[in-house]
């Protein structure tokens, strides 16, 4: 059985930098963060300001317990 490998994209894999990468990891942990403080704001919102936004206390409190890495 022939293997094929590329070794030519190898070289061009090692070489690539790590910031890239390194900032959507950090944009990813921003976005869960502020994820997680608008859903913690959410379900301790009041009824007045639930019904501003058209938001019942059952859909907030389902959004306000969904885990930070759900969209």
């Given at each position: 059985?022939?293997q ?40 301790e919102l ?26």
């Amino acid at each position: 059985m022939l293997q094929h490998t590329r070794p030519a994209l190898l070289p061009a894999r090692l070489g690539r930098s790590r910031a890239p990468r390194l900032q959507r990891w950090g944009a990813l942990l921003r976005l869960w963060r502020q994820r997680a403080r608008s859903r913690a704001e959410l379900r301790e919102l009041d009824e007045r300001l639930l019904r501003d936004i058209g938001i019942s206390r059952e859909m907030a409190r389902f959004v306000g317990q969904k885990p930070f890495w759900r969209p």
